[in-house]
């Protein structure tokens, strides 16, 4: 994967976390936005597994979010201390942990749902990911590392269609992680009027721009340059547990 330069580093999740909590305003909504809308994921998960129904899983989650800000906890956080990932699940364990302030968030949010939650299709990835033995650290572990991949596959997409190359995308998208047999790059070639060998050289771009998207994802999630490769490494572990 391709270098990111430590300057990248000025405008991460971290920066757009610090900046939710200074402007109490439509931008630090913006952004607080922004910040739900891509990790609900991994926290509606971890507060599943926890123990919650579906409901009130989706009340917990939204209820989060909300008091993120109300409860100043990115006002506590510290993008020195680590990875962004560790700080949210350190966050929803103490928003779970305080009935008492979750009970007074609910009644201060005023029916504000910060971020959209499609419950039908969480619990269709929960129900199979939520085996007997898996707990609720590595099940929010798991779902962080696929919303990871999701970011990037959807800017990765956008990249495509901003060029004009929408419909070539979503042909070359099943090589994206495996190199088929000969033929299948002989029939898609022929179908979008290029030479197998012009193909190939398309979908290793693919591939190419691919991992320098996720990896400028992941390295918006962590404190320094040098920890993007460990948390690929994480990343790749979660996946397979």
Same mark, same amino acid.
């Given at each position: 994967?391709?270098?990111?330069?430590?300057? &990248? $580093?000025?405008?991460?999740?971290?920066?757009? =976390?610090?900046?939710?909590?200074?402007?109490?305003?439509?931008?630090? +909504? *913006?952004?607080?936005?922004?910040?739900?809308?891509?990790?609900?994921?991994?926290?509606?998960?971890?507060?599943?597994?926890?123990?919650?129904p579906p409901d009130q899983a989706q009340d917990l989650t939204q209820g989060f979010f909300t008091v993120l800000l109300e409860k100043n906890?990115?006002?506590?956080?510290?993008?020195?201390?680590? &990875? $962004?990932?560790?700080?949210?699940?350190?966050? =929803?364990?103490?928003?779970?942990?305080?009935?008492?302030?979750?009970? +007074? *968030?609910?009644?201060?949010?005023?029916?504000?749902?910060?971020?959209?939650?499609?419950?039908?299709?969480?619990?269709?990835w929960y129900a199979p990911a939520a085996v007997e033995l898996t707990t609720p650290e590595s099940l929010f572990e798991r779902r962080w590392?696929?919303?990871?991949?999701?970011?990037?596959?959807?800017?990765?997409?956008?990249?495509?269609?901003?060029?004009?190359?929408?419909?070539?995308?979503?042909?070359?998208?099943?090589?994206?992680?495996?190199d088929p047999e000969g033929a299948r790059y002989e029939r898609l070639a022929a179908e979008l009027g290029m030479s197998a060998g012009a193909?190939?050289?398309?979908?290793?771009?693919?591939?190419?721009?691919?991992?320098?998207?996720?990896?400028?994802?992941?390295?918006?999630?962590?404190?320094?340059?040098?920890?993007?490769?460990?948390?690929?490494?994480?990343?790749?572990?979660?996946?397979?547990?």
């Open positions: 994967m391709g270098a990111v330069s430590t300057s &990248r $580093f000025q405008t991460t999740s971290w920066s757009l =976390v610090l900046a939710a909590a200074g402007q109490p305003s439509t931008q630090g +909504h *913006a952004a607080l936005a922004k910040l739900c809308q891509t990790y609900w994921h991994p926290v509606y998960s971890f507060v599943r597994r926890s123990g919650h906890y990115v006002g506590d956080a510290d993008p020195q201390r680590g &990875r $962004f990932r560790a700080f949210l699940l350190t966050s =929803v364990k103490h928003f779970l942990a305080n009935e008492r302030d979750r009970a +007074h *968030a609910r009644k201060r949010g005023g029916g504000l749902t910060p971020v959209s939650i499609d419950v039908m299709a969480a619990e269709g590392a696929l919303s990871l991949l999701e970011q990037a596959m959807a800017k990765l997409r956008a990249e495509f269609a901003g060029i004009g190359k929408a419909k070539q995308f979503e042909k070359m998208f099943s090589f994206l992680n495996c193909l190939r050289v398309a979908v290793h771009r693919m591939r190419q721009k691919y991992r320098r998207i996720l990896r400028a994802e992941i390295a918006e999630t962590v404190s320094l340059p040098e920890e993007i490769d460990d948390e690929i490494r994480f990343l790749l572990s979660a996946l397979s547990r």
